[in-house]
């Protein structure tokens, strides 16, 4: 079972409508009374509804199966069924929803309260009183309830972040991640330490509003192919508006400096060129961990070379993070990048 579910597909049944009723009014002095037959219920819908409560897709871990109750049978003495119950699941904003058959996109949910009809209830059979007229006194027939539909559905969740942290694993980013936020995710000295995305919010202060910063499991060369664990969210950072590219300077062969950004913009071209396209701001990390004799200052301008802003820190100590994080308020601030969320979820 997947610590972060982002991705699912589920079976979506809406409700049966139910029949219509055949009936005659039966009273006294009236031997051949009216046709009173009633219609039937309609069946319930099967929707989804964005939650702002909500980050993961795990409510569908346990629940693969969406059925909304039939309608119920029309009576005499024009009595209507009661219609099935529909059920109303909610989602995470963010959630891209497919038809599982075509691959076709259904809707993109973002806004808190949007609701999505998956598959609609049948109509109710009419009863016989429906069809009485002059030329037919007595129908002795009704309509049966129409099929609910059923569909397979893909669910797709896309987090919602202002800005995204990629890099190799070990390169430091959940320790950046804790440092320019309050995020309280889990550090450790090996490999993928983080095995899902992992939200942090900066600020806010008395001149910007609150971020919202994503960090992205280690991208490994390969990552577009199934290769470590980048690749499951790599589409989590199509929707973050600056990406920061966190690099472990201390590993970094002063021979081929710029290897390790490489790396990640293959990874990203081969994933989704448009990520290429978004603004991005290069943090070269681990300062506090160079050797004495480490030409430091000399792949830092190989690094200023490639055009983007670069930063030398050291998510450890502290040091050099506020040029950083200046830099970060002021891509929304100055560049026209408006906030996406002001809050993470509890």
């Known amino acids: 079972m997947k610590s972060f579910p982002d991705e699912v597909d589920i079976t979506v049944r809406a409700g049966n409508g139910g029949p219509g009723c055949v009936s005659f009014l039966r009273a006294r002095f009236q031997p051949r009374g009216r046709p009173d037959g009633g219609d039937g219920g309609a069946g319930g ?10 980050r993961t897709l795990s409510l569908f871990q346990r629940r693969r199966v969406l059925l909304a109750e039939n309608g119920r049978r029309g009576q005499g003495q024009d009595r209507h069924g009661k219609n099935g119950a529909s059920v109303i699941v909610p989602v995470p904003s963010g959630t891209r929803v497919f038809d599982a058959d075509s691959g076709r996109l259904l809707a993109d949910l973002m806004t808190p309260g949007e609701r999505l009809v998956l598959a609609k ?19 002795r027939f009704c309509q049966p309830g129409e099929p609910g539909r059923e569909r397979r559905i893909h669910l797709e969740l896309q987090i919602l972040a202002d800005v995204g942290l990629m890099g190799a694993p070990n390169a430091g980013k959940t320790t950046l991640l804790k440092a320019l936020t309050a995020s309280k995710a889990r550090v450790g000295a090996f490999p993928f330490t983080t095995l899902s995305p992992q939200l942090g919010v900066m600020g806010p202060t008395t001149e910007h509003e609150p971020l919202i910063l994503a960090e992205i499991p280690g991208l490994i060369t390969g990552a577009h192919l199934g290769k470590g664990l980048g690749h499951q969210f790599l589409r989590h950072l199509t929707r973050t508006r600056l990406l920061i590219q966190v690099i472990d300077l201390s590993a970094i062969d002063p021979a081929a400096p710029l290897a390790p950004l490489a790396m990640l913009e293959e990874e990203m071209r081969n994933f989704d060129p448009s990520l290429l396209d978004k603004p991005r701001l290069v943090a070269l990390n681990k300062i506090d961990a160079l050797p004495p004799d480490y030409p430091g200052e000399e792949v830092l301008r190989e690094y200023e070379k490639t055009g983007w802003r670069v930063f030398a820190v050291s998510a450890q100590t502290g040091a050099g993070l506020s040029p950083l994080r200046e830099a970060i308020w002021e891509e929304f601030t100055h560049n026209g990048h408006g906030s996406l969320t002001t809050a993470i979820p509890e």
């Open 45 to 54: 819908d099967v929707s989804l509804e964005v939650s702002p409560s909500l």
């Open 121 to 139: 209830g049948g109509r109710g059979g009419k009863g016989n009183a429906h069809f009485t007229s002059s030329r037919m006194r007595s129908p």
